[in-house]
């Protein structure tokens, strides 16, 4: 489950770059994905926004058995 989530982290990767920040997939255990948010990203105020609504939407969509995406 760990490459699938990370081939959908790939996809996700270039948006956030457009805006300076970064993704980087730390762990994925019991259908929680743990990310660390980079750059822009980790110190923009709409980052749980984008983390959610965003990252999680997607990797849902695509990863059915993921549960929860955490930045850590």
């Not at 980790?42 to 969509?61: A, D, I």
């Amino acid at each position: 489950m760990k490459d699938r989530v990370q081939q959908v982290i790939e996809k996700i990767r270039p948006l956030l770059q457009r805006d300076g920040g970064d993704i980087q997939l730390v762990d994925v255990e019991d259908g929680i994905v743990k990310v660390k948010l980079q750059g822009a990203c980790g110190t923009c105020p709409m980052s749980m926004m984008t983390l959610k609504m965003g990252v999680e939407r997607q990797l849902k969509q695509e990863i059915p058995e993921v549960k929860e995406v955490v930045s850590v």
